[in-house]
Each structure stands twice: as structure tokens, then as C-alpha cells.
């Protein structure tokens, strides 16, 4: 499976992922940013707090990172995460993204 492109819907706090083949899979927002692995976000987890974005956070941009991934800037302008191809990918098979 390789993302070929990706469409982000804010109105519906969504993040789409077409893959190769023409399928696809969308990823809520919320999600996207609980997954954050960033130094603060993975202290906070080994701390043992637990992120649970709210519902009503959005992706407000998405910045490439050369061919790597994008990195992701959130309503709550968190802006620290980059999520590789290869952990969106990961994301959209663990039971997060929508049907």
C-alpha cells in the first residue's frame, strides 16, 4: 500500500489518504493529532497521560518534509509532529480510520 495523494476536509475534521489502486481511508483529526509522536507528546504518554484530542480540533495545515512525510499544524497550533508515509499508513491500519 503507498499513499498517492492526500485531501484534507475540514468541515468534516477528516483527513483522506488514497492509496495506490484507487482505495482510500480517512483519518479524523482528533486521531491524527492523538497519534502525535513529537518529544512532548511522547513524554507526556510515558508520564503516563494520555492525549485524547477533542473532537472539535482541526488540521489547519500540512507541510511536506521532502519525501519522507508532511508534518501537520492542528487548531491548537500544535505543530510539532511529522508523520512519515509509513506511519499514516500504520495509523490508517490500526482501527483509527474510518470506514
Given at each position: 500500500?503507498?499513499?498517492?495523494?492526500?485531501?484534507?476536509?475540514?468541515?468534516?475534521?477528516?483527513?483522506?489518504?488514497?492509496?495506490?489502486?484507487?482505495?482510500?481511508?480517512?483519518?479524523?483529526?482528533?486521531?491524527?493529532?492523538?497519534?502525535?509522536?513529537?518529544?512532548?507528546?511522547?513524554?507526556?504518554?510515558?508520564?503516563?497521560?494520555?492525549?485524547?484530542?477533542?473532537?472539535?480540533?482541526?488540521?489547519?495545515?500540512?507541510?511536506?518534509?521532502?519525501?519522507?512525510?508532511?508534518?501537520l499544524v492542528f487548531s491548537d497550533r500544535h505543530d510539532?509532529?511529522i508523520y512519515p508515509w509509513i506511519y499514516l499508513e500504520?495509523?490508517?491500519?490500526?482501527g483509527t480510520a474510518l470506514p
Amino acid at each position: 500500500m503507498t499513499i498517492q495523494a492526500i485531501s484534507n476536509h475540514p468541515k468534516l475534521g477528516t483527513l483522506e489518504l488514497v492509496l495506490d489502486g484507487g482505495a482510500s481511508r480517512t483519518l479524523t483529526h482528533a486521531a491524527l493529532r492523538d497519534g502525535c509522536r513529537c518529544a512532548d507528546c511522547t513524554a507526556l504518554r510515558r508520564a503516563g497521560t494520555p492525549l485524547q484530542a477533542d473532537g472539535a480540533i482541526r488540521l489547519l495545515a500540512i507541510e511536506a518534509v521532502g519525501a519522507y512525510g508532511v508534518q501537520l499544524v492542528f487548531s491548537d497550533r500544535h505543530d510539532r509532529g511529522i508523520y512519515p508515509w509509513i506511519y499514516l499508513e500504520q495509523l490508517s491500519n490500526s482501527g483509527t480510520a474510518l470506514p
